[in-house]
């Protein structure tokens, strides 16, 4: 089990507040968001919940402030000044929360109701906000230093032998069981796996490399509860390791193919959304019109 850090702690309590934060928005409104479309105006929350009213407007605002804030991950990631700025973990941390929350309060917005132009910059976000958490899935899957970039193969190998060495002097691991262990944990895996494959098989990998690894553990005896847990997470680390040289190539190949999804739909909701903000502000329905 992944230790509950205080940063991950901090991490989980925003998202709680801020999931709360949109189920008390959209239960508040809820009655007007599920009368039919020719009832709304004569809602009494009709000018208040309306994309244009002062409600929905704001909803609006707050949902495409958060969309454009989330841009500032692939500014700190891109420009040299700011490699040392924080952790990129941390910065894609954000975006994700950005990406998810920001299309949430635009789905308000429009209370849900979707058509022509705007439809197709809804839908895009959609995409890109399911594809962005995919994203950070594989993201992880690819062992990185403190500014993001990838590891090599060669850092790679050398942390894990780093991790041979501790489990051969602190727990007395013989050569016999790292190989038992170095099978159980590239045991399916392949780099001639195909793409579908991988990309179904990797969400229950961390369950099947546990089950596998707990065979291999069981040799070692007579050792404390506490350097039981350590020792399981020793191996577990080691053996991440050795998954991820096994399916390097697939993993990046995999992490190409996100981006040709990623991209094209991102620029496609910027774009319309842009377009969106600029009619209604040319319009007048930006505030909201008149009774």
Same mark, same amino acid.
């Given at each position: 089990?992944?230790?509950?850090? %205080?940063?991950?702690?901090?991490? /989980?309590?925003?998202?709680?507040?801020?999931?709360?934060?949109?189920?008390?928005?959209?239960?508040?409104?809820?009655?007007?968001?599920?009368?039919?479309?020719?009832?709304?105006?004569?809602?009494?929350?009709?000018?208040?919940?309306? %994309? @244009?009213?002062?409600?929905?407007?704001?909803?609006?605002?707050? @949902?495409?402030?958060?969309?454009?804030?989330?841009?500032?991950?692939?500014?700190?990631?891109?420009?040299?000044?700011?490699?040392? $700025?924080? *952790?990129?973990?941390?910065?894609?941390?954000?975006?994700?929360?950005?990406?998810?929350?920001? %299309?949430?309060?635009?789905?308000?917005?429009?209370?849900?109701?979707?058509?022509?132009?705007?439809?197709? *910059?809804?839908?895009?976000?959609?995409?890109?906000?399911?594809?962005?958490?995919?994203?950070?899935? $594989? *993201?992880?899957?690819?062992?990185?230093?403190?500014?993001?970039?990838?590891?090599?193969?060669?850092?790679?190998? !050398?942390?894990?032998?780093?991790?041979?060495?501790?489990?051969?002097? =602190?727990?007395?691991?013989?050569?016999?069981?790292?190989?038992?262990?170095?099978?159980?944990?590239?045991? @399916?895996?392949?780099? =001639?796996?195909?793409?579908?494959? /991988?990309?179904?098989?990797?969400?229950?990998?961390?369950?099947?490399? &546990?089950?596998? /690894?707990?065979?291999?553990?069981?040799?070692?005896?007579?050792?404390? &509860?506490?350097?039981?847990?350590? +020792? !399981?997470?020793?191996?577990?680390?080691?053996?991440?390791?050795?998954?991820?040289?096994?399916?390097?190539?697939?993993?990046?190949?995999?992490?190409?193919?996100?981006?040709?999804?990623?991209? %094209?739909?991102?620029?496609?909701?910027?774009?319309?959304?842009?377009?969106?903000?600029?009619? !209604? +502000?040319?319009?007048?329905?930006?505030? @909201?019109?008149?009774?």
């Amino acid at each position: 089990m992944t230790r509950l850090t %205080p940063y991950r702690a901090c991490l /989980l309590i925003l998202w709680a507040v801020s999931v709360g934060l949109l189920v008390f928005l959209w239960l508040r409104g809820a009655d007007y968001y599920l009368t039919p479309l020719v009832e709304r105006p004569r809602h009494e929350a009709y000018w208040a919940l309306k %994309p @244009g009213g002062p409600v929905g407007r704001t909803y609006g605002i707050v @949902g495409a402030s958060l969309m454009l804030v989330m841009q500032l991950y692939s500014v700190r990631k891109r420009a040299k000044p700011l490699r040392n $700025l924080g *952790s990129l973990r941390v910065w894609l941390d954000f975006h994700i929360y950005c990406g998810v929350l920001g %299309p949430l309060f635009i789905v308000l917005h429009s209370s849900l109701k979707v058509h022509g132009l705007v439809a197709l *910059s809804f839908w895009s976000m959609v995409v890109v906000a399911s594809s962005g958490v995919l994203g950070r899935f $594989l *993201s992880l899957q690819i062992p990185r230093r403190r500014s993001g970039d990838q590891l090599s193969l060669q850092e790679i190998e !050398a942390h894990g032998a780093k991790l041979e060495e501790r489990l051969r002097s =602190e727990f007395g691991l013989t050569r016999t069981v790292l190989d038992e262990l170095d099978t159980a944990a590239v045991s @399916g895996l392949s780099s =001639e796996m195909s793409l579908v494959h /991988l990309l179904l098989r990797l969400p229950f990998e961390g369950i099947l490399l &546990r089950s596998r /690894l707990r065979g291999g553990l069981r040799r070692v005896k007579d050792l404390p &509860r506490k350097n039981l847990r350590e +020792l !399981a997470s020793l191996t577990r680390q080691r053996a991440q390791l050795q998954r991820r040289v096994v399916l390097m190539s697939k993993l990046q190949e995999l992490f190409y193919y996100w981006h040709v999804l990623h991209k %094209p739909f991102a620029i496609v909701m910027y774009l319309f959304m842009f377009v969106h903000i600029g009619v !209604a +502000l040319m319009t007048g329905y930006a505030w @909201g019109g008149s009774r």
